[in-house]
């Protein structure tokens, strides 16, 4: 029994994972001045890539678990192991669908390509976000391919564990032009798209996202956020630990990412998050 229900299991999330999706990749501007370079790292320090592709992009491990199996980010430089060596181009589209689509070059879904959180960038920080990534410095580094283990399709299944990014994304959205930095809640809730991964789209928590980690809290008004100052809330995002005297560990809760927020994106954050009813 046990058997047949995995063998299903195992059937259906092959079945996501080679879904192949028929996209409009929209045409986004790439600039190639410093102002932009420049403008593309921050989007690329506070939208977190790092933290899977490795501070210098050539590639990390994110899970190497017994029982799930082994995820790098891969290497995304143009050294060896890095984008050109896995395919023959990358082009400006390739750079878009893989960002804002979490889709390959192969029309399928990327795994655990967070995109649903980059897919509502604006043309000007999308088109900043690829001129970074292209004036990387080459790093040659090879991470070993995507393995999964059986409780990799057990999670993914009962959507416990995101892997099929392209899925979580409305694909036909169209970025806008650009979205003004400016304290404001409209701002703010732009940028917490960042959070929705793990505290939900209504900002309310719930479980932990992955295995072995802490339940996520709610940080709209009806939480401890409600109870925060402005100032409080910019210090728990820039150390790490609450006003309750909580250290949260970075793995966990991305405080080294949110430390990099601007005040402006850390306020409008604020007055975003303050302004939704418990
Ligand atoms: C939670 C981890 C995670 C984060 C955060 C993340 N990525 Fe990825 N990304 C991956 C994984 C894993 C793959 C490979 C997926 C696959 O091969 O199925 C990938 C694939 C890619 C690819 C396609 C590579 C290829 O060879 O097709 C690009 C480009 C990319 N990511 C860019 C980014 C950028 C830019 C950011 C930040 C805005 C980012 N990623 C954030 C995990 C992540
Ligand atoms: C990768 C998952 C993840 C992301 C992304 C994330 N958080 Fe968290 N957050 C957590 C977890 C888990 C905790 C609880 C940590 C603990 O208990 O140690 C937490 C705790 C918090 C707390 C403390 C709440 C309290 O009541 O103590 C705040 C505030 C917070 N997050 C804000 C944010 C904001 C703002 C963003 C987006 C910019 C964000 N988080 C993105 C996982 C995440």
């Known amino acids: 029994m046990l058997l047949l229900t995995f063998l299903f299991i195992n059937h259906k999330v092959k079945s996501r994972?080679?879904?192949e999706y028929q996209v409009s990749v929209q045409t986004i501007p790439i600039p190639t001045d410093d102002a932009s370079i420049n403008l593309g790292k921050h989007i690329a320090t506070i939208k977190g890539c790092g933290d899977c592709h490795g501070q210098n992009f050539?590639?990390?491990v994110v899970i190497d678990d017994p029982a799930i199996g082994f995820l790098a980010g891969p290497n995304i430089t143009r050294?060896?192991?890095g984008l050109l060596s896995r395919h023959k181009t990358y082009t400006d589209e390739d750079y878009v669908r893989a960002i804002k689509h979490g889709i390959g070059q192969d029309n399928k879904t990327l795994k655990l390509m967070p995109s649903y959180e980059y897919n509502p960038l604006s043309k000007k920080d999308l088109g900043a976000l690829i001129a970074y990534l292209k004036s990387l410095p080459p790093v040659d580094n090879e991470t070993p391919p995507i393995r999964l283990n059986p409780l990799a399709y057990v999670l993914t299944h009962f959507d416990k564990l995101p892997l099929v990014a392209a899925e979580r994304v409305d694909h036909s959205t169209q970025s806008q032009e650009e979205v003004l930095p400016e304290v404001s809640a409209a701002y703010g809730q732009?940028?917490?798209v960042s959070c929705t991964g793990c505290h939900r789209?209504?900002?309310q928590g719930g479980s932990a996202i992955v295995p072995g980690s802490p339940d996520v809290p709610n940080i709209n008004s009806s939480g401890n956020l409600?109870?925060?100052s402005e100032a409080q809330f910019?210090?728990?995002l820039r150390t790490g630990i609450t006003p309750e005297g909580k250290k949260m560990n970075a793995k966990f809760m991305p405080w080294k990412m949110?430390?990099?927020y601007t005040d402006t994106e850390i306020k409008s954050l604020y007055k975003f998050l303050k302004s939704l009813p418990g």
């Open 58 to 60: 050539s590639g990390q």
């Open 79 to 81: 050294g060896k192991g």
């Open 226 to 228: 409600g109870k925060w």
């Open 201 to 203: 789209d209504n900002f």
């Open 190 to 192: 732009y940028v917490a």
């Open 17 to 19: 994972f080679n879904k």
């Open 234 to 236: 910019i210090q728990t």
């Open 258 to 260: 949110t430390k990099e």
